[in-house]
C-alpha cells in the first residue's frame, strides 16, 4: 500500500482529470489525497479521496484585476500554497503532479526522500518530433523542436522562482532548483490522438487517457430540452475567464440563430450565455452522460475537454483561447474530428455559424470521430499508472 499525494493546483483541467485516477489508485489499494483549492472539495470528496485543502483567489480576479497579470496572480497564488503543499507531501509515500505543480512536487519529493511522478496531460518531454504544445505543436523543424522543448523545461523554474525559493528554503534545500533530467513521466494521452514521439526516453511514457469520476445527475430540466427534440450542439469554454465575455456572448447568440441548432449553453467560469427560443444555459454537467447525446461541441480544445470529446466520438468546433489549447484544436482537424480552428480572438457569428454546419452537416466527421471513439474504449491509461506507482514504492521500501 502506497499514500498517494496528487498536488493539483489550478483550474478545472488541472484538478478533475485526475479524481477518476485516485478513484482508481483507491481501489488497487493505494490510499489517495488530492491537494486542491476549496471549490473541488465536494468532487474529491464524492469520487471517495482525501482533500487537502490549498488555498486560492477567485479565477475571476484574473480578469478583473487590472493591476496585476494573470501570470502575477498565479505566482502570488501559489506562494500562499507552499505552506499547505508541505504539509500535505509529509503523509505522501508518493507525490502525482501535472506540469502545474511539477517543480514544488520535485522538491517536496527531494526533502522526504520519496518519489515524484509527473502526469502531464499535454505533451511535455522535448522532442525533435514537435515544438512544445504551448507553441501550438508547430514543427519548427528538430532543432528548434527540440530546443524549444528545453528551453521550456528550463523556463518553469525561473517563471516561478519565488514559491519555489520559498519552498526549498522551508524544505532546508539548497535555493537553485535543477530540473530532474531522468524524470518519470507517465502522459495521459493517447497514443491514438498523439503518436509518442520516436526519440523519447523509456521513462517518458504515454500511457493513454484516464477519466474523471463523477457521479453528479443531470437536471431534470436538461433531461426534459434533450427529449424534447434532436441532438443540440453543446458550447463550452470551461474555466477560461475571457476579457471580451459580452462579444462572445454575442457571437455565440447570433451564431445558434443562424445555424438553425438547438443549443446547451455551460456557462463556466466566464459566465457564458446564450439566448434563443431552442437554448437551454447550464451549470456543470458531467461530460460523460452529456457529450455522447450531442450532435457536436463548441469548446475551447483544453486537454480535458478535447479527451472527453473524443472520447464521446462527436465532432467539434475548436476555439482555443491560450495555453496548450492551440495544440490540441490543430490535432482535432489533423485527426479530421474538426472542419477547422477558430481562435477566441476573432471569434465571429458569421464564422462560428459556419463551422457549425460544416460540423454537423458533413458525416465524415462523425464518422472519424466514432472510428477514434472506438479505439480509446480499448485503453486504460489508468492500469499503467497503477503499475509504476507499485513499482516505485517497492524501489523506495527495498533501499
Not at 503543499?85 to 502525482?96: F, N, P, Q, S
Not at 443540440?232 to 469554454?237: A, C, E, R, T, W
Request: charged share 20%; net charge neutral.
Amino acid at each position: 500500500m502506497a499514500r498517494v499525494v496528487v498536488l493539483a493546483s489550478g483550474s478545472d483541467g488541472d484538478v478533475l482529470p485526475y479524481l477518476g485516477l485516485g478513484r482508481r489508485l483507491t481501489e488497487a489499494g493505494h490510499p489517495v489525497t488530492v491537494a486542491a483549492v476549496e471549490r473541488f472539495g465536494d468532487a474529491i470528496t464524492g469520487a471517495g479521496l482525501g482533500f487537502h485543502r490549498l488555498s486560492s483567489t477567485d479565477p475571476r480576479q484574473v480578469t478583473a484585476n487590472s493591476r496585476k497579470s494573470p501570470m502575477r496572480l498565479m505566482v502570488d497564488g501559489l506562494r500562499e500554497q507552499v505552506p499547505e503543499m508541505i504539509r500535505a507531501a509529509e503523509r505522501a509515500d508518493v507525490l502525482l503532479c501535472p506540469m502545474s505543480t511539477l517543480i514544488f512536487g520535485d522538491s517536496l519529493a527531494e526533502a522526504n526522500g520519496i518519489p515524484c511522478l509527473a502526469l502531464p496531460l499535454q505533451p511535455a518531454a522535448p522532442t525533435r518530433e514537435m515544438s512544445p504544445s504551448l507553441f501550438g505543436g508547430r514543427d519548427l523543424g528538430p532543432w528548434l523542436n527540440r530546443g524549444t522543448g528545453e528551453l521550456f523545461v528550463h523556463l518553469g523554474p525561473r517563471m516561478f522562482a519565488k514559491p519555489l525559493a520559498d519552498l526549498r528554503t522551508r524544505l532546508g534545500l539548497k535555493t537553485r532548483f535543477t530540473p530532474n533530467p531522468r524524470q518519470r513521466m507517465l502522459h495521459g494521452i493517447s497514443p491514438a490522438v498523439v503518436p509518442r514521439p520516436r526519440d523519447w526516453r523509456p521513462e517518458q511514457e504515454m500511457v493513454g487517457f484516464w477519466w474523471p469520476h463523477s457521479t453528479a445527475e443531470p437536471p431534470a430540466e436538461l433531461v426534459d430540452f434533450l427529449d424534447d427534440g434532436p441532438p443540440p450542439v453543446y458550447f463550452s469554454f470551461g474555466s477560461v475567464v475571457a476579457r471580451k465575455t459580452n462579444r462572445q456572448r454575442q457571437a455565440v447568440t447570433e451564431a445558434i440563430r443562424r445555424s438553425g441548432v438547438r443549443a446547451v449553453v455551460h456557462s463556466g467560469w466566464g459566465d457564458l450565455a446564450a439566448s434563443g427560443e431552442n437554448v437551454l444555459t447550464v451549470g456543470h454537467v458531467p461530460h460523460e452522460w452529456l457529450l455522447p447525446r450531442v450532435a457536436a461541441v463548441v469548446h475551447h480544445a483544453s486537454a480535458g475537454t478535447t479527451a472527453a470529446v473524443l472520447r464521446a466520438g462527436v465532432p467539434s468546433v475548436p476555439v482555443p483561447f491560450s495555453n496548450d489549447q492551440p495544440f490540441w484544436a490543430k490535432r482535432l482537424v489533423e485527426l479530421g474530428t474538426a472542419p477547422g480552428v477558430l481562435p477566441a480572438r476573432g471569434l465571429t457569428a458569421d464564422g462560428l455559424a459556419a463551422k457549425i454546419a460544416e460540423a454537423v452537416g458533413a458525416p465524415t466527421y462523425t464518422e472519424r470521430a466514432a472510428a477514434i471513439a472506438a479505439e480509446l474504449r480499448n485503453e486504460d491509461g489508468a492500469a499503467r499508472v497503477i503499475e509504476v506507482v507499485q513499482q516505485v514504492t517497492e524501489e523506495v521500501t527495498a533501499r
